[in-house]
């Protein structure tokens, strides 16, 4: 929107009904908090009942109370309980804030009530401003937003992430003020509200602030998953009757205690059991906790049934009740409609979670509900990874796309340049005909490959032998690409023009870049740079994208230039078993590729692991013995005896029984045995 009258136009559209009766629910919720904490219990409140975590307390405690039960106040709901200052971990241990860490936790406590009360008596006199000064609220900044709307509703609006308050900020015309701490930008936008929408809307601030979610909420792309409710979807019938979607792992307990993968990861080592797979399962499930209204789910039964599709309605809860049913839950809204048994098995649905492609997505969403006859989710037009690298080189203006070999990094970068141009097919068939035609065009997007001879000459300007009249040669200056891709884009602007990098770790950097390293930050495009050689002036022009993939086999990114490395955003793309939804005379390809990526990790790192590419032939899962046997010898053998030159024990451990000790190389297998002693060497490591 471009200004206000534009956005009060499309408020006025909005059910009054509608906002009244989620005012009056608001109201309910913060009568709920008044009672169960006045403000009068602060200056002596326990830390029993304000902590989340704490077994200890019966009922609820005032953090669990303000995540996860007062919604029609605003949620907070997403990410770990850091947010809460002070929790306990399912351990026992309590976690502090940075700020509060090295204090006794009853001090550390004290210290926090403390900044709580000073800050109510602060707001209640007027005094806004002080508020940045109490610095043990500032690692719980939504939080304690959302705890001064809940106490004092005439002087805060209910929005409490500063991303949400950014953009409703910018929304109503104003700049967000630089730095400022929630509240403060709380404040800014209530102010706007107050002055720009209450009185010519005739509505309350809340019924504002609804409205606007209503028809501007901040742009968020929703994320798909594939999840089983249970082994066989046992869990299915409570699922659906009760609109959630639920895993277990009860073992682990409420996952908001969680503050990165690795500890969760410890978790499922320590109370389940110690699992290879527990690394990617953890990053699953910290996933799944941070669902957000919007996010879809695909559940399903084993590999060849759909049962159901559903939209995300409210935010991750734990539920310890029924001991037979998962504790972990994310509200959904269902529809059944689209259920069916699919034509092919998609192996990579045998775990828990799983991916689903944007062609069966599509198929999908269409089918209306009997009974609303309404379609029950909004049409994502591009794949969530294509999603994420729009948005990441936006920030900069350009990214690098770095990972192991065969991830699909240049075919990704190629996807989002055409993605960057409107140009992304309906159908993921047609995408590779989409790429030719863009690059054919050349009017949107440039493909480019960095090799040991490239240099400045080739990529902004020099001077290169040409034939002359005389029949010998001559030097005559000529223009790089990157030039004429600079002129590209400005022909298209201000709509992007893509230029991809492929293999950009081979080129020397800084000499092929030059001093125009400096002109790429987004603050220096608009200036002029007068080139060395030509003496011409130029500038970058804002609307050029720089997409590059780097293979971290060759060149990690932490050797780069420390200038590259400033001036770009990174993007790890890494190997994904779930994209080998086949297998090949019961041999699991996502089984096999976690298994000896896992060796690879222990054994090698991370940056030489297999990329899932090395077992797609035309983008789907190789599925001849044949065809495997070809991928095995041919490509991985050769690359895993690489990494390992002159270190035959590592191969060995990568490899075991399918390599001869006498002899220190791979033993020769026909393509029907290959399958079998795969199966036998790279065992399934459990179900997650």
Same mark, same amino acid.
């Given at each position: 929107?471009?200004?206000?009258?534009?956005?009060? !136009?499309?408020?006025?559209?909005?059910?009054?009904?509608?906002?009244?009766?989620?005012?009056?629910?608001?109201?309910?919720?913060?009568?709920?908090?008044? /009672?169960?904490?006045?403000?009068?219990?602060?200056?002596?409140?326990?830390?029993?009942?304000?902590?989340?975590?704490?077994?200890?307390?019966?009922?609820?405690?005032?953090?669990?109370?303000?995540?996860?039960?007062?919604?029609?106040?605003?949620?907070?709901?997403? %990410?770990?309980?850091?947010?809460?200052?002070?929790?306990?971990?399912?351990?026992?241990?309590?976690?502090? #804030?940075?700020?509060?860490?090295?204090?006794?936790?009853?001090?550390?406590?004290?210290?926090?009530?403390?900044?709580?009360?000073?800050?109510?008596?602060?707001?209640?006199?007027?005094?806004?401003?002080?508020?940045?000064?109490?610095?043990?609220?500032?690692?719980?900044?939504?939080?304690?937003?959302?705890?001064?709307?809940?106490?004092?509703?005439?002087?805060?609006?209910?929005?409490?992430?500063?991303?949400?308050?950014?953009?409703?900020?910018?929304?109503?015309?104003?700049?967000?003020?630089?730095?400022?701490?929630?509240?403060?930008?709380? *404040?800014?936008?209530?102010?706007?509200?107050?002055?720009?929408?209450?009185?010519?809307?005739?509505?309350?601030?809340?019924?504002?602030v609804e409205a606007l979610y209503a028809h501007f909420a901040p742009p968020r792309d929703p994320h798909v998953l594939k999840i089983a409710p249970g082994k066989?979807?046992?869990?299915?019938?409570?699922?659906?009757?009760?609109?959630?979607?639920?895993?277990?792992?009860?073992?682990?307990?409420?996952?908001?205690?969680?503050?990165? $993968?690795?500890?969760?990861?410890?978790?499922? @080592?320590?109370?389940? /059991?110690?699992?290879?797979?527990?690394?990617?399962?953890?990053?699953?499930?910290?996933?799944?906790?941070?669902?957000?209204?919007?996010?879809?789910?695909? #559940?399903?039964?084993?590999?060849?049934?759909?049962?159901?599709?559903?939209?995300?309605?409210?935010?991750?809860?734990?539920?310890?009740?029924?001991?037979?049913?998962?504790?972990?839950?994310?509200e959904v809204e269902w529809d059944i409609n689209c259920k069916r048994r699919l034509d092919q098995p998609l192996h990579g649905w045998q775990q828990t979670f799983?991916?689903?492609?944007?062609?069966?997505?599509?198929?999908?969403? +269409?089918?209306?509900? #009997?009974? =609303?006859?309404?379609?029950?989710?909004? /049409?994502?037009?591009?794949?969530?990874?294509?999603?994420?690298?729009?948005?990441?080189?936006?920030?900069?203006?350009?990214?690098?796309?770095?990972?192991?070999?065969?991830?699909?990094? =240049?075919?990704?970068?190629?996807?989002? #340049?055409?993605?960057?141009?409107?140009?992304?097919?309906?159908?993921?068939?047609?995408?590779?005909? $989409?790429?030719?035609?863009?690059?054919?065009?050349?009017?949107?997007?440039?493909?480019?490959?960095?090799?040991?001879?490239?240099?400045?000459?080739?990529?902004?300007?020099?001077?290169?032998?040409?034939?002359?009249?005389? %029949?010998?040669?001559?030097?005559?200056?000529? *223009?790089?690409?990157?030039?004429?891709?600079?002129?590209?884009?400005?022909?298209?602007?201000?709509?992007?023009?893509?230029?991809?990098?492929?293999?950009?770790?081979?080129?020397?950097?800084? *000499?092929?870049?030059?001093?125009?390293?400096?002109?790429?930050?987004?603050?220096?495009?608009?200036?002029?740079?007068?080139?060395?050689?030509?003496?011409?002036?130029?500038?970058? +022009?804002? &609307?050029?994208?720089?997409?590059?993939?780097?293979?971290?086999?060759?060149?990690?990114?932490?050797?780069?230039?420390?200038?590259? *490395?400033?001036?770009?955003?990174?993007?790890?793309?890494?190997?994904?078993?779930?994209?080998?939804?086949?297998?090949?005379?019961?041999?699991?390809?996502?089984?096999?590729?976690?298994?000896?990526?896992?060796?690879?990790?222990?054994?090698?790192?991370?940056?030489?692991?297999?990329?899932?590419?090395?077992?797609?032939?035309?983008?789907?899962?190789?599925?001849?013995?044949?065809?495997?046997?070809?991928?095995?010898? &041919?490509?991985?053998?050769?690359?895993?005896? @690489?990494?390992?030159?002159?270190? +035959?024990?590592?191969?060995?451990?990568?490899?075991?029984?399918?390599?001869?000790?006498?002899?220190?190389?791979?033993?020769?297998?026909?393509?029907?045995?290959?399958?079998?002693?795969?199966?036998?060497?790279?065992?399934?490591?459990?179900? !997650?």
């Open positions: 929107m471009d200004n206000i009258d534009a956005v009060l !136009e499309t408020l006025a559209q909005s059910n009054r009904g509608v906002l009244q009766r989620k005012s009056e629910r608001a109201e309910l919720a913060r009568k709920a908090i008044w /009672e169960q904490f006045p403000r009068s219990d602060w200056p002596s409140m326990s830390l029993d009942r304000y902590a989340q975590g704490n077994a200890l307390t019966s009922g609820t405690t005032f953090c669990t109370l303000m995540e996860f039960h007062t919604d029609a106040l605003g949620s907070i709901k997403g %990410g770990s309980a850091a947010k809460h200052m002070i929790y306990r971990h399912h351990t026992g241990e309590w976690r502090l #804030a940075a700020s509060l860490q090295g204090l006794d936790v009853e001090l550390a406590w004290q210290w926090l009530r403390n900044d709580f009360v000073t800050a109510f008596e602060r707001i209640e006199s007027g005094d806004f401003d002080s508020l940045d000064g109490l610095k043990y609220l500032q690692a719980g900044q939504s939080l304690s937003t959302k705890t001064f709307a809940a106490y004092f509703p005439e002087h805060f609006a209910h929005v409490y992430g500063k991303d949400h308050l950014h953009h409703f900020i910018r929304l109503l015309g104003s700049e967000p003020i630089r730095g400022a701490a929630s509240w403060s930008l709380n *404040r800014q936008l209530k102010s706007l509200i107050d002055e720009s929408l209450v009185p010519r809307l005739d509505v309350s601030r809340f019924e504002a066989g979807a046992e869990w299915w019938e409570f699922c659906l009757e009760g609109s959630v979607i639920g895993v277990g792992w009860n073992q682990v307990g409420d996952l908001t205690q969680y503050a990165s $993968a690795d500890e969760l990861r410890t978790a499922l @080592d320590t109370e389940v /059991e110690p699992k290879r797979s527990n690394v990617s399962l953890a990053k699953k499930l910290l996933q799944f906790r941070d669902l957000q209204p919007g996010d879809l789910i695909v #559940a399903n039964r084993g590999t060849h049934e759909v049962l159901g599709l559903g939209t995300v309605t409210g935010g991750y809860r734990f539920d310890q009740v029924d001991p037979e049913l998962p504790w972990n839950l994310v799983g991916k689903v492609s944007p062609d069966l997505l599509h198929q999908l969403r +269409p089918v209306k509900s #009997a009974e =609303t006859g309404a379609i029950p989710v909004a /049409e994502a037009e591009l794949p969530v990874e294509v999603q994420r690298l729009k948005q990441v080189v936006d920030l900069k203006g350009q990214l690098i796309l770095h990972g192991p070999p065969g991830t699909g990094k =240049t075919r990704l970068a190629l996807r989002a #340049a055409l993605a960057l141009a409107g140009r992304y097919p309906d159908s993921e068939a047609e995408v590779p005909t $989409a790429i030719q035609n863009l690059l054919d065009d050349g009017t949107r997007a440039m493909l480019t490959t960095f090799h040991p001879s490239y240099g400045y000459e080739d990529f902004i300007e020099g001077f290169k032998p040409v034939p002359s009249d005389e %029949g010998g040669l001559k030097l005559e200056l000529r *223009r790089g690409l990157f030039l004429d891709a600079c002129d590209a884009a400005r022909a298209v602007h201000p709509d992007p023009y893509t230029l991809v990098i492929d293999e950009v770790n081979r080129g020397d950097l800084p *000499r092929v870049f030059g001093e125009l390293i400096t002109m790429l930050e987004k603050d220096k495009r608009p200036l002029s740079m007068r080139l060395p050689v030509s003496g011409q002036t130029f500038n970058i +022009p804002d &609307n050029l994208r720089i997409i590059a993939t780097l293979n971290s086999a060759d060149h990690s990114i932490t050797s780069l230039d420390n200038a590259i *490395r400033r001036r770009f955003s990174f993007v790890r793309l890494d190997p994904d078993p779930e994209v080998l939804t086949g297998s090949v005379d019961g041999l699991d390809l996502a089984v096999l590729l976690r298994e000896l990526n896992a060796r690879i990790r222990a054994h090698l790192g991370a940056d030489l692991e297999i990329g899932h590419a090395y077992l797609l032939r035309d983008d789907r899962p190789i599925d001849t013995a044949a065809h495997l046997a070809l991928a095995f010898f &041919n490509e991985l053998v050769p690359l895993l005896e @690489d990494y390992t030159f002159d270190r +035959p024990e590592i191969l060995e451990r990568l490899l075991g029984s399918m390599l001869d000790p006498q002899i220190g190389s791979v033993k020769t297998f026909e393509p029907s045995d290959l399958v079998g002693a795969l199966a036998s060497e790279f065992a399934r490591d459990g179900d !997650e």
